[in-house]
């Protein structure tokens, strides 16, 4: 069975780092496209970015370059996405999604992962 | 600009048909997908391609497209429907992916 398992809600004070991770099974990690997107609290969904694993190849969205860092972990078949300075925006769900191939919708989702900054 | 339109809600009752439009400049060019979002549940993949339907989703929900706007229909609509439905796309060069603002289907 495909699965995206994410790592479990966070709760941090603005200007503190972060790194929630997307452990896969079931595929091939390297040949799919694997990216994040954010749900802010009672609002719509928004694409963050993607990564190849197979090569590190990388987009964003242009709203989110500069403000996080998708990264991938072939050896344990994990995505990252790292804040270097949280801010209360930053509250929201975020999803972890498998790109289709050769396509750019979405076939498997991760359960989600809330994040919470405050002071 | 690439965005997408969206209905911000849809309601019906059961028994009927749902539509609901998508539209945006890109779309004349790029392919959409429609996801099903539930109360504290993650999205789901219910339309590719425009018009093709993943493994486990009914007959009764369909895709359709023309021009620059796509629609998204619900045959015989279900108390289990009632949930947001977004379209999503690629931008008119394919570098990066938009979602619409999502619309709100209640079952009557």
């Known amino acids: 069975e495909v699965q995206l398992v994410q790592s479990g809600a966070q709760v941090k004070k603005p200007g503190e780092s972060l790194t929630i991770s997307c452990q896969v099974s079931g595929y091939d990690f390297l040949t799919y496209w694997i990216g994040w997107v954010r749900q802010m609290p009672g609002k719509g969904l928004q694409w963050m970015g993607l990564i190849y694993p197979g090569d590190s190849n990388s987009r964003s969205h242009p709203s989110f370059q500069g403000q996080v860092t998708i990264s991938a972990d072939k050896s344990n078949k994990t995505a990252y996405l790292r804040w270097s300075s949280l801010k209360a925006s930053d509250t929201a769900i975020y999803y972890c999604?498998?790109?289709?191939?050769?396509?750019?919708?979405?076939?498997?989702w991760g359960q989600g992962t809330m994040v919470t900054v405050s002071s | 600009s690439d965005e997408l339109t969206q209905p911000p809600s849809v309601s019906v009752s059961p028994g009927q048909t749902a539509r609901i439009t998508c539209s945006g400049p890109a779309l004349a060019t790029q392919y959409v997908y429609w996801y099903q979002q539930k109360p504290g549940r993650a999205p789901l993949l219910v339309i590719f391609?425009?018009?093709e339907r993943p493994s486990g989703i009914p007959e009764r929900v369909s895709g359709s497209s023309s021009g620059t706007t796509v629609t998204l229909t619900i045959s015989g609509v279900q108390a289990e429907d009632e949930a947001d439905y977004y379209c999503q796309s690629s931008d008119s060069r394919g570098l990066s992916v938009e979602f619409g603002g999502g619309t709100k289907l209640t079952v009557l």
């Open positions: 999604v498998r790109r289709l191939i050769r396509l750019d919708g979405f076939d498997i």
């Open positions: 391609k425009d018009t």
